[in-house]
C-alpha cells in the first residue's frame, strides 16, 4: 500500500517538467490539440495534392540513395564496367556511374526506376490538382496567394524534372540539353550570354552537369520543400473547401479529424503509392541509358521525346513554321523564340494572372470556401477545357516522327495537321464544354422540377404509359441549389453618366457571368441558400441546420 502511494505521489520526471514549462510558455499544448483535431473533408478529389506530397517525399528518399552513387563529373574516360556492348567507348564519368548504379549496385535499377516514375507521377498529380482547383474555384478569396505557391511549385517541378532528366548525359538527355541551348541562343540580344553563364562556356563544355547536379539535388528541393510547408500552412489556415452537402456551409468545414481517421487513410495512401510505384518500377522499363549510349555533340537520338511534361515545348517547336528577321544587327529566330520562350512564359503568366482576373471581373466579393461544380461555371469550365485541349495538340506533336512511323502518314500531313488542330480544337471544344455545362444546369432543373426517374411504369387514363418520378432528395437539392450565382457587372454605365467607366470591364463580365440556366426557387429555399453562402461574419451559425 505504501508503493502504491509513492509510486501516485511521486515527482514528476525531468522530461515532464520541461514540457510543463514549455506549455507555459508557448502554447504548444492548445495549438497542438487544435490542429490534430483539423477537420478534413472526405472526397477523393481533395486526395490529388496528398499524391504529389508523397511522391516527393518517394523522390527524397531514392534521391537520397542514388547520390552515394552518382559521380556529377563530365570526365571523359573508357569504360570498363559491367555493361559488355559499351566496352572501350569514351564515356563521361557521370554515364559511367549511371551504368554503375543499374548494374553493379544492389537494387539500383529499380531505385532509378522507382525515382523516375515518382518524378513523372509528381508532376502529373501539381498539374491534376491545379486542374481540380481551377474548375472547382478554390482559388478565390481567400486562396489567391496559396495558388500562387501552387502555380510556383509545378514550375519549380518542371524545372527540378528537366535537371534530373539530364543528369546522366546520355545521347537522350544530351539533346534535351542541346534543344535548351538553342531556346537560350534564341532570345535576342542576350541569348549568347545567358548561354554562356548556364554552360560556363561554349556547348557542351564540362560545367553544365556539376551545376545541374547542385540545383537538382540542393537548391530546388530546397525551395519546393519550403514551399510545400508554406502552402500546407496556407491550407490549415485558410481551413480546407469542401462540397456543397447538408450541413456544410461557406462559414464551417465538416469533415474527419486529422487524428486518427484522416491520418490512417492518408498513411495508406501513401504505401498504396509506394507500391503502385514499386510495380510500375519492377514491371515497366524507363530511361534505359545503355540503349541510347553516352552523348555525343555530332549524334542525334531516334526517336527522341523528352517526358510528358515537358512534351508540349517540343510540340510547339516542332510546329512553328521557320521564321527569322534581322533587327539591327541581331537576328531573332522566332521558330525557337516564340514556342521556346514566349509561350512558356506567356503559359505561367495567365496562370499567376488568372485568379486576380476573375476577381477583377467579378467585382468586391466575401470569402468562398465551397466548391464550384463545373457546371455552374461554364465559361471558365470551357476555357480550361480550351487549354487542355491546346496541351494535347502539343503533346502529340512533339511524337510526330513516333506517329508517322507507326501509323504509316507522311510526316508533313501530320504537321499541317497538327497546325490546324491547334487553332481549331480550342475553338470546338470551348463551344462543346460550354453547352454541356448549360445541358447540364438544365437537367438539374429538370431534376428539380420533375424529379428523378423511378423503375415503375404508369398507365394512364388515355391509354399510353408514363415514367414514374419521384421527388430529389434533400441532399441531392442542396448539391443543385446552393451554388456561387455572379451577375455580370454594370457599374460605372448608368445612362445618366457623361463618362461610361469601366465598359471593358462590364463587356467581360457580361460574357463570363451572363449565361446561366435559372432554377426554379422558393422563397423558403432562398433564404436557406444565402444562409449556406454567407461568408464568415455575415450570418449566425444558429441558421445552418
Known sequence: MAQSYERLWSPPSRGERVASALDKRLPLGMAGKQFLRKAFPDHWSFLLGEIAL????????????????????????PYTGSYAPLHGTTTSRAYASVLHISFDVRGGLLLRQVHHWAALVFVAAIGVHLLRIFFTGAFRRPREANWTIGVTLFGLALLEGFCGYSLPDDLLSGTGLRTAQGIMLSIPVVGTY?????????????????RLYVFHILLLPGVLLALVGVHLAFVVYHKHTQWAKPGRTNRNVVGKPLVPQYSAKSVGL????????????????????????PYRADHVSLDAQPDWYVGFLEGALRLMPAAETDLAGHTVAWDVFLPGVVLPTALFVVLYAYPFFERWITGPAPERHLCDRPRNQPTRT??????????????????????????????????YTFRTLLFVLPFVAYHLAKRACLGLQAADRRLLTQ???????????????????????AEQAYRILVRDEPRPRAHGTEVWRWLRRHRVRNALSRWYFGTRVELPVTEWQRRRI???RAAPGQAEDGGES
Not at 424529379?451 to 432528395?473: K, L, M, N, Q
Open 54 to 77: 508523397y511522391s516527393l517525399l518517394v523522390l527524397v528518399a531514392t534521391g537520397v540513395f542514388l547520390s552515394f552513387f552518382f559521380h556529377p563529373d563530365m570526365t571523359e574516360l
Open 451 to 473: 424529379g428523378r426517374a423511378t423503375a415503375e411504369v404508369r398507365r394512364v387514363p388515355g391509354g399510353g404509359y408514363d415514367e414514374g418520378r419521384a421527388p430529389v432528395s
Open 530 to 532: 444565402e444562409i449556406a
Open 270 to 293: 501513401l504505401f498504396t503509392l509506394m507500391g503502385v510505384l514499386a510495380l510500375m518500377s519492377a514491371l515497366m522499363q524507363i530511361n534505359p541509358v545503355w540503349d541510347f549510349g
Open 382 to 415: 470551357a476555357l480550361g477545357v480550351a487549354a487542355v485541349s491546346v496541351y494535347a495538340v502539343l503533346l502529340m506533336a512533339g511524337g510526330q516522327d513516333v506517329l508517322s512511323y507507326v501509323f504509316h502518314v507522311p510526316f508533313e500531313v501530320l504537321t
Open 194 to 210: 545567358v548561354q554562356f553563364l548556364v554552360f560556363g562556356g561554349q556547348f557542351p563544355g564540362h560545367e553544365i552537369i556539376p
